[in-house]
């Protein structure tokens, strides 16, 4: 028998600590296997963002490649081509272009 069908099977007098134990199993699993690893992907997101620097070449999330100009507490200004700059808000950058090279 694995571990999984000895927690689910309740005991011969429908003991309430079951239910309990079932529930912090349930919720246990969940917390390690998805809410914590993306906590650590957003924390790491967030570092890289933190890191940039004027001069970097980034992506935002609309999938749009330029080069930091400037760079306000909210926002960065991103010249995309020769005069063409756009402001962008810092939470939309996805990355710089650097590492988005190394991923593929």
Do not use: C, H
């Amino acid at each position: 028998m694995n571990l999984l069908s000895i927690l689910l099977q309740t005991p011969a007098g429908g003991s309430q600590w079951s239910g309990i134990l079932m529930m912090v199993v349930i919720v246990a699993i969940f917390y390690f296997f998805m809410i914590r690893p993306q906590q650590k992907k957003q924390k790491e997101i967030q570092k890289s963002r933190e890191a940039l620097k004027t001069g970097d070449k980034v992506i935002t999330a609309g999938g749009i490649y330029g080069k930091i100009k400037e760079i306000g507490d909210t926002y960065m200004l991103i010249e995309v081509a020769d005069g063409v700059r756009i402001r962008v808000d810092k939470t939309s950058i996805f990355a710089s272009a650097e590492d988005a090279q190394q991923q593929k």
